[in-house]
């Protein structure tokens, strides 16, 4: 709330629950839908609940009216007289502490989950409440959700879920569909999500996710794509040829991914892969990466953290999950650029994105939406989930910039 008019700088954060959503025809005429709070009101000494229904003032010369259905008994308007009561002013809302900053407040918080042991979610809700804040582990699929037209309504294990003022998704590839219509029921009720649920849907689809860094001109090893059995050696060709890597468009942590070394492996491998009726790709085998990529934390369009992964010892995937070992890295200012671009490039707030170093420079593996937090933290040394909780403070209760004063 900015309370008082021509000042943007000064901003009261408060917060009040929700009692309906109405449509109000203004003075003009205009229809509005409006949400509808309950507060209270204190005048001349008495204190009685009031409905109060939002609309933006900001051009208008005061920032609120009072009707007349607000008026509790005994209160008498006498429309011949004024400053019957001692007159208000805005001394209160002047101070510096005021001024320069929202004031802090608690914020409600929920990673969405259905993990709350695993280490990353641990690691959030630990943060977040060292931090003083109210942090919530939902469950993706205990989520259910009430369409209508008053507001978007969101229950949780039998229970209405109150508002949350952010929202940090940890969906599980098996529910990515459902996780997604989850999200897009919060956003709808007003809350900020670290990553929208278009980001999540396009980083989890291995063919949309590289068509869209391609439409980004984000460097990434040549890759082909085709559906018709007759087109595999054209499909290897595209690729550049054996060695080649064949990849399963849904799959994580290294899984459903196949190195052929050979042409005749190849074949094999997608013959087999069409056999399951599987959906795949098949990628360029970068053979001067050694087996090693690197992973780029990006958090809020900046690179906090970075690790280089190596495989295990006869492995060509250099994944955690599958044996590999994490390291600290210095990346290049191609490489950070290249990262951030990616991040950018799918809306994501918080990502992962792996890269490999060939010879003529970075090219890009995978944007990780739900990357994992212990791994890179304990190679970098870098508090990661603080960063995401900066991230969520500045956005949910940012900083109002100071007005510059005429000279």
Same mark, same amino acid.
């Given at each position: 709330?900015? %309370?008082?008019?021509? !000042?943007?700088?000064?901003?009261?954060?408060?917060?009040?629950? /929700?009692?309906? !959503? !109405?449509?109000?025809?203004?003075?003009?005429?205009?229809?509005?839908?409006?949400?509808?709070?309950?507060?209270?009101?204190?005048?001349?000494?008495?204190?009685?609940?009031?409905?109060?229904?939002?609309?933006?003032?900001?051009?208008?010369?005061?920032?609120?009216?009072?009707?007349?259905?607000?008026?509790?008994?005994?209160?008498?308007?006498?429309?011949?007289?004024?400053?019957?009561?001692?007159?208000?002013?805005?001394?209160?809302?002047?101070?510096?502490?005021?001024?320069?900053?929202? %004031?802090?407040?608690? $914020?409600?918080?929920?990673? $969405?989950?259905?993990?709350? +042991? =695993?280490?990353?979610?641990?690691?959030?809700?630990?943060?977040?409440?060292?931090?003083?804040?109210?942090?919530?582990?939902?469950?993706?699929?205990?989520?259910?959700?009430?369409?209508?037209?008053?507001?978007?309504?969101?229950?949780?294990?039998?229970?209405?879920?109150?508002?949350?003022?952010?929202?940090? @998704?940890?969906?599980?590839?098996?529910?990515?569909?459902?996780?997604?219509?989850?999200?897009?029921?919060?956003?709808?009720?007003?809350?900020?999500?670290?990553?929208?649920?278009?980001?999540?849907? =396009?980083?989890?689809?291995?063919?949309?996710?590289?068509?869209?860094? =391609?439409?980004?001109?984000?460097?990434?090893?040549?890759?082909?794509?085709?559906?018709?059995?007759?087109?595999?050696?054209?499909?290897?060709?595209?690729?550049? +040829?054996?060695?080649?890597?064949?990849?399963?468009?849904?799959?994580?942590?290294?899984?459903?991914?196949?190195?052929?070394?050979?042409?005749?492996?190849?074949?094999?491998?997608?013959?087999?892969?069409?056999? $399951?009726?599987?959906?795949?790709?098949?990628?360029?085998?970068?053979?001067?990466?050694? +087996?090693?990529?690197?992973?780029?934390?990006?958090?809020?369009?900046?690179?906090?953290? &970075?690790?280089?992964?190596?495989?295990?010892?006869?492995?060509?995937?250099?994944?955690?999950?599958?044996?590999?070992?994490?390291?600290?890295?210095?990346?290049?200012?191609?490489?950070?650029?290249? =990262?951030?671009?990616?991040?950018? &490039?799918?809306?994501?707030?918080?990502?992962?994105?792996?890269?490999?170093?060939?010879?003529?420079?970075?090219?890009?593996?995978?944007?990780?939406?739900?990357?994992?937090?212990?791994? /890179?933290?304990?190679?970098?040394?870098?508090?990661?989930?603080?960063?995401?909780?900066?991230?969520?403070?500045?956005?949910?209760? @940012?900083? %109002?910039?100071?007005?510059?004063?005429?000279?």
């Amino acid at each position: 709330m900015q %309370p008082i008019p021509g !000042r943007e700088d000064v901003a009261i954060a408060c917060s009040a629950p /929700i009692l309906d !959503r !109405r449509e109000v025809v203004s003075s003009n005429g205009e229809a509005e839908e409006r949400f509808v709070i309950g507060t209270e009101l204190a005048l001349g000494g008495q204190v009685w609940p009031i409905e109060v229904s939002l609309t933006d003032r900001g051009a208008m010369a005061y920032r609120m009216l009072l009707g007349r259905q607000a008026l509790g008994e005994g209160v008498v308007v006498s429309p011949t007289e004024s400053c019957l009561m001692p007159a208000l002013g805005y001394d209160c809302y002047h101070s510096a502490a005021v001024a320069t900053a929202a %004031p802090a407040r608690t $914020l409600r918080i929920a990673v $969405l989950s259905r993990e709350g +042991g =695993a280490h990353s979610t641990r690691r959030i809700v630990a943060e977040g409440e060292a931090r003083g804040h109210v942090v919530e582990v939902l469950d993706t699929v205990r989520c259910y959700m009430a369409l209508g037209p008053l507001a978007p309504d969101l229950h949780d294990d039998g229970k209405r879920l109150p508002h949350c003022d952010a929202v940090v @998704p940890r969906v599980g590839v098996s529910v990515t569909a459902y996780g997604a219509a989850v999200l897009r029921q919060l956003q709808a009720r007003g809350t900020f999500l670290v990553n929208p649920p278009e980001g999540i849907l =396009a980083s989890r689809d291995k063919l949309h996710a590289h068509q869209i860094l =391609a439409r980004a001109r984000i460097p990434m090893p040549a890759t082909a794509f085709a559906a018709s059995p007759k087109d595999t050696d054209n499909l290897i060709a595209l690729a550049g +040829g054996a060695p080649l890597v064949v990849k399963l468009l849904e799959s994580s942590q290294g899984k459903g991914v196949v190195l052929a070394e050979t042409k005749k492996a190849a074949q094999s491998v997608i013959s087999a892969f069409r056999g $399951l009726k599987a959906n795949f790709l098949v990628q360029d085998f970068v053979a001067e990466a050694k +087996g090693e990529d690197i992973r780029a934390l990006v958090v809020d369009g900046r690179v906090v953290a &970075a690790m280089r992964r190596r495989a295990a010892p006869g492995e060509f995937r250099s994944n955690l999950h599958q044996g590999g070992t994490a390291e600290p890295v210095r990346l290049s200012r191609a490489e950070r650029e290249i =990262a951030t671009r990616a991040a950018r &490039a799918f809306g994501l707030g918080l990502c992962g994105v792996d890269m490999l170093r060939a010879a003529d420079g970075p090219r890009v593996l995978e944007v990780n939406s739900s990357p994992g937090f212990e791994g /890179i933290e304990q190679a970098s040394g870098r508090n990661v989930a603080g960063d995401l909780y900066d991230l969520i403070e500045r956005a949910v209760r @940012p900083t %109002p910039a100071r007005r510059r004063r005429g000279g």
